[in-house]
């Protein structure tokens, strides 16, 4: 038999010796364990879930814009060559959907109140693979898939032009005999000199004035349909089934207005997106405010929210030399990511905290099971076994400890681990709504296993363990064999 | 004697007992240290977030939480500041009237939440007036301490306003209001008086003061506020509330609300971070407490001959627990005693120096207020007794299964354990 | 500040302590001082009120007790070259100026209008046949696609009300029409308490008998600054309903190079009867 074999087999029987002891350490040991991996799915969790509420209610994990469009949100700043940008965002192997999105402001009415919000316009098929949003709503349903039917606009032909030409300069003529035919103020002018009579606009001038105004800004057949967030909802008094206002800029400066009707209310738990922003279909956004087939934003989403820095890059480069900005979630709210930091921060914290005071519960253990067999450490030194092997036999014993904790406590935590993500810890009891930096979390928290937050804690505790082996070891060793031997 | 045969049995293994008293000591220490930090943060944070334009307790008129809009009003806002300003408890009081509008000047404009106060009584109710956020210019003054007659009243905006406007101290801004009702809007000029920077963008971006005579002017509201804000201290939120509702009861249009509510992210946010500082001492405490267990329990059974000797020669079982149980009370004292030295000297090291957390966390905005970094730590008397009390019980409740045991030793058994 | 008082009457002078101005020749060397010493403080008043009645008539040039109107406005952007044909009604009363501009072409604009009542702007779409009160956040926002934001419309210059004039310059000149002027460039500051967006503002007129004529305004954002943020000009002047008018204005911005509005006006009538009734929500309809 090998030297550590025997080492091994001696340090394991050294353990069994007071089977109570060393049952009660490891179980701290394991129980240390077993918590820090808990504490971690804990707090994991609660990252995924800000990273989820992020990213999947709005942001996805990847972004694309024209240069500046993030600063300054202008209506013209569009992505050029949208069909190629979009081409080359789904052909990387790391993206697993992508859609596409217009902005743009605008006031919205209903009754009396009035309000400004942001409109988003988004193709339901596509977008409900990036973003969970539809998933969200509480009243009535999400956007259909269809958009409105809703007439293309064409330029007017020169003899629509010309017509146009003619019915504008009828009206200033009319216009002209209108205030020809005013009198002057004069001294009391309490008594209006017959004012002329406005006559009806004749019918087929207005007629003719309405159908060119079609062809270039053509009507949708009935009112778009709009869902909106509960927030704003309740601020404006509407229901599912009631009607809008949307009044806007178009980007070539006309205004913009119509009317819409609202199908769904949605709640995201996150105030910006219920407070102040109106969806409706791509199309009939970009239609209301003559955008044609032009797009602000593309958003995408991974395999998962790690992958999105690279995913990034990469497809950034494949569109040079188009100047595009490509950017992940991280890039997107560094704010966030340093709230993510923070929290795992809490649970490296407690895990050097709870590892050592175990480990001050290994010290005493193991130099009490060093110090109850002097006589025989001092037989063994005395037949001539080397310091250092009565050392690394304390320190086995410890690892050995150290190891069946771990095990046990890793067993331990997975348990905990999985009921965790399977039953979540409900924080209301402790809190009505919650949310960091703006962010909505759900109330019940889930939690999420990940390697790191299994293997470190099993990893830092027998590092701590093999330290706090040490100076027992090392009282071990140095013990002096004659008095060793005539300890009782 | 007991204690003396306790205290003794103590030093005999100096090492062991020194180790379990040390782990009993970190963990009231750091305990101490934690619970210190957290309240001074949470204190800090909440009170940073009252001075910022809010208050301890705030009277409103009914339904504006919710609303936001001038038609909830607090009329006759002058008398209830008064009736408030006689609570014991006040230290300040603070009228305002809130509305959005819009701020321009040359091309530029910019959205603005305005916030008409009174200078001489904001300046001690908000940090925002305070010479530590002002980064330019001076506070406003009120419209009777104007030097001039017709000059434009002061203006008192955030660094982000004031560059989204390219306007410096001492320009001219107009601000464009809305009456409620269906009054008409209105305008005004205003100089540019002072510039703050909070830290939080929501406030230097879209949030500027000017003088509550003057908004009340231009809205047409005379004596009008949206809130009256009592400032006292966190302590007596809860008796400052109840007084004021009192003195309210005639006014079914007026509510009291407290800051928990006002600020209501914020409270959430500092709960819950609360709770995840108990849950983690809290595992702590169980593997400080398994560790009192094991030592105890060793320290018990590696005596069993002696204890079976004294049980026949006729100590009875009950000395005998008692005496585990006072070298169980030994442990705590000695190491609660080191552990509230360990703790103090810390918590006195951070309560004096700080900790300047900018260096790992940078400009933190967390829950809309603004973290600039350098923590302390606070603690009561009643919350180191407190936690004091709950780690002795701890040890105590360790060592009692140990105890407990030795009651149930038979003399012959003991005397022949090995 | 003039006192009543005749050189040779020692008991009217004013009283210097205990003393009396006794002798005569000091007491008309006194006299003789005092008197140019109003006329001297009297002049810049004087001037100034001249000032001001300049600067009043030009900028109310075009506007009357009321005014009827058809103009056409040609906007210039980089993204858009448009013209509209509109019609404008204005009536200022004592208590509240009031104006209705409806606009009858192209295509895509015809139908609108803007109503204003006071500092009350409302727009009317034909096309969701919807009235939409502005409120403060559409401020900014720029009219119908021209340099002229709704904050332009909603406060109207008075030039003569809300700022005090200074003279810069005064040279003579000749004027559009091939007559010898004076022209003026004269700096308006704005009033303490006026709710004006603009620092300082430099207006050129031309005076030529009884008639002021606007040439150019500068408007500057701050009293100090060199360069306007935008600059507004005046050309065409003829004769319409019995006025001398500049018929043509044209803004132009400094930050958008190449940009510019022009408004001409085809028809102009001034002191009108319009009916109440045409500064209603029915009228914009």
């Not at chain 1, 930091?341 to 175990?358: C, E, K, Q, T, Y």
């Not at chain 2, 001690?124 to 506070?139: E, F, N, Q």
């Not at chain 3, 500092?119 to 096309?127: A, E, H, I, S, V």
């Amino acid at each position: 038999m090998g030297p550590n074999m025997l080492l091994s087999k001696l340090a394991f029987r050294n353990l069994g010796r007071n089977t109570r002891r060393s049952l009660v350490t490891g179980t701290a040991l394991a129980l240390s364990v077993a918590l820090c991996i808990a504490y971690d799915a804990l707090a994991d969790g609660m990252n995924v879930q800000l990273i989820h509420s992020l990213t999947r209610y709005d942001l996805g994990h990847l972004q694309v814009h024209a240069p500046g469009y993030t600063e300054r949100h202008k209506l013209a700043n569009t992505i050029l060559d949208a069909n190629r940008v979009m081409k080359a965002v789904r052909a990387d192997p790391e993206i697993r959907a992508a859609s596409a999105r217009v902005y743009a402001a605008a006031l919205v009415g209903a009754g009396s109140h009035s309000t400004g919000v942001e409109l988003i316009g988004i193709d339901p098929r596509t977008e409900s693979r990036v973003t969970e949003l539809a998933q969200r709503t509480v009243l009535g349903h999400f956007l259909g898939p269809d958009p409105t039917p809703w007439p293309a606009a064409r330029p007017l032909t020169a003899a629509e032009r010309a017509e146009d030409a003619r019915l504008t300069n009828s009206e200033a003529r009319a216009a002209e005999e209108e205030i020809d035919q005013l009198g002057r103020l004069g001294p009391g002018t309490g008594e209006h000199p017959p004012s002329r009579e406005e006559g009806p606009v004749p019918q087929p001038e207005m007629r003719e004035a309405q159908r060119l105004s079609k062809i270039l800004s053509p009507r949708p057949t009935r009112p778009p349909e709009v869902a909106l967030g509960s927030s704003l909802a309740r601020v404006l008094g509407v229901n599912p089934g009631d009607k809008l206002y949307l009044s806007t800029q178009a980007v070539d400066g006309v205004a913009e207005g119509i009317e819409a009707r609202v199908v769904g209310v949605y709640d995201t738990g996150t105030s910006t997106y219920d407070r102040s922003r109106i969806y409706l279909h791509l199309r009939d956004l970009q239609r209301l405010v003559h955008l044609g087939a032009r797009i602000h934003e593309i958003a995408a989403i991974c395999d998962s929210p790690d992958a999105a820095p690279a995913a990034a890059g990469r497809i950034a480069a494949s569109l040079l030399p188009l100047k595009l900005d490509v950017r992940a979630w991280s890039q997107l709210r560094p704010d966030m990511v340093r709230m993510l930091d923070l929290n795992r921060a809490g649970g490296g914290m407690l895990a050097a905290i709870v590892f050592f005071v175990a480990s001050l519960g290994v010290v005493n253990t193991m130099l009490m099971a060093v110090l109850e067999r002097t006589r025989e450490l001092g037989m063994l030194k005395a037949l001539g076994m080397p310091a250092t092997r009565i050392f690394a036999m304390v320190v086995t014993e410890t690892a050995l400890l150290a190891l069946a904790g771990a095990v046990a406590g890793t067993a331990m935590g997975i348990g905990l681990d999985l009921w965790l993500v399977h039953q979540g810890l409900d924080l209301r009891a402790i809190t009505q709504g919650v949310s960091m930096n703006g962010v909505g979390l759900a109330p019940v928290v889930h939690g999420a296993i990940t390697p790191l937050g299994v293997v470190l804690p099993v990893v830092i505790v027998t590092g701590v363990c093999l330290a706090a082996a040490v100076y027992p070891a090392w009282r071990a060793a140095r013990m002096q064999p004659a008095v060793g031997m005539r300890e009782t | 004697m007991t204690l003396k045969i306790a205290w003794r049995s103590f030093v005999r293994h100096r090492v062991r007992s020194a180790i379990t008293s040390l782990a009993v000591a970190l963990g009231l220490a750091m305990m101490l240290v934690f619970v210190g930090f957290a309240d001074d943060t949470h204190a800090r944070m909440a009170e940073l977030g009252i001075r910022m334009g809010s208050g301890h307790v705030l009277v409103e008129g009914k339904g504006y939480l919710d609303n936001q809009t001038l038609d909830y009003l607090v009329h006759d806002a002058d008398r209830i500041a008064a009736s408030a300003a006689r609570i014991a408890q006040v230290k300040h009081v603070a009228v305002r009237l809130k509305t959005s509008g819009l701020l321009s000047a040359g091309e530029h404009s910019a959205p603005v939440l305005i916030s008409g106060v009174e200078p001489g009584r904001e300046v001690l109710a908000s940090d925002i007036a305070g010479p530590k956020m002002r980064v330019a210019g001076a506070y406003l003054r009120s419209l009777d301490q104007m030097p001039y007659a017709k000059t434009p009243p002061d203006i008192y905006l955030g660094k982000g306003l004031a560059e989204q406007l390219a306007v410096t101290l001492g320009d001219r801004v107009v601000l464009n209001l809305s009456p409620p009702g269906d009054a008409e809007p209105t305008a005004g000029a205003f100089r540019v008086r002072g510039i703050f920077r909070t830290g939080v963008d929501d406030l230097d971006g879209a949030y500027a003061e000017i003088p509550i005579a003057a908004a009340r002017t231009l809205l047409g509201l005379p004596g009008a506020a949206t809130e009256v804000a009592l400032l006292s201290d966190l302590a007596h939120t809860e008796e400052v509330a109840a007084a004021m509702k009192a003195e309210l009861a005639a006014n079914p249009d007026l509510v009291v609300i407290p800051w928990q509510v006002a600020l209501r992210g914020l409270h959430e946010a500092l709960v819950l971070d609360s709770a995840g500082m108990y849950l983690m001492m809290a595992i702590v405490y169980l593997v400080v407490a398994i560790g009192i267990f094991n030592t105890v329990l060793m320290s018990v059974s590696e005596r069993t001959r002696e204890f079976g000797v004294l049980l026949a020669l006729g100590t009875s079982s009950r000395r005998l627990f008692a005496q585990v149980f006072a070298e169980a009370l030994v442990l705590a004292l000695i190491s609660l005693t080191a552990g509230l030295i360990i703790g103090l000297s810390i918590h006195g090291w951070i309560a004096t120096h700080g900790i300047d957390l900018t260096q790992w966390l940078g400009d933190v905005q967390f829950a809309g207020v603004a973290w600039s970094g350098r923590v302390y730590s606070h603690l009561t008397p009643q919350v180191v007794v407190g936690w004091t009390a709950v780690v002795g019980a701890v040890v105590l409740l360790s060592s009692l299964y140990p105890a407990l045991r030795v009651m149930r030793l038979e003399p012959v058994e003991a005397m022949h354990h090995v | 500040m003039i006192h009543e008082f005749s050189p040779c009457d020692p008991e009217s002078f004013p009283r210097l302590g205990r003393y009396r101005v006794r002798f005569s020749w000091l007491r008309c060397a006194a006299s003789l001082m005092a008197f140019c010493a109003i006329l001297v403080s009297l002049s810049p008043a004087a001037r100034a009120d001249s000032l001001q009645a300049l600067v009043q008539r030009a900028d109310r040039i075009l506007r009357g007790k009321s005014s009827a109107a058809v103009v056409h406005m040609d906007v210039k952007t980089h993204g858009y070259q448009r013209s509209y044909k509109m019609v404008i009604w204005e009536r200022d009363d004592s208590t509240r100026e009031r104006t209705l501009v409806k606009i009858l072409g192209p295509t895509s604009w015809r139908g609108y209008s803007t109503l204003k009542i006071g500092n009350q702007l409302k727009f009317y779409d034909p096309k969701t046949n919807h009235v939409q009160a502005v409120g403060n956040s559409m401020l900014g926002d720029s009219w119908m696609g021209s340099h002229f934001s709704n904050d332009d419309l909603v406060k109207e210059t008075r030039l003569a009300v809300d700022y005090t004039p200074s003279l810069i310059s005064k040279r003579v000149a000749k004027n559009e029409l091939g007559q010898s002027a004076t022209f003026y460039r004269i700096r308006l500051t704005p009033k303490p308490t006026a709710p004006v967006v603009w620092g300082r503002i430099e207006f050129e007129v031309w005076q030529h008998d009884d008639l002021v004529v606007p040439v150019r305004c500068d408007y500057f954002t701050k009293v100090g600054d060199k360069n306007p943020v935008r600059i507004m000009r005046f050309y065409g002047v003829k004769e319409m309903d019995g006025r001398w008018v500049p018929s043509e204005m044209q803004i132009t911005v400094a930050s958008k190079p190449g940009e510019y509005t022009r408004l001409t006006y085809d028809k102009l009538r001034f002191d009108v009867d319009i009916p109440a009734s045409k500064f209603t929500e029915q009228a914009m309809r």
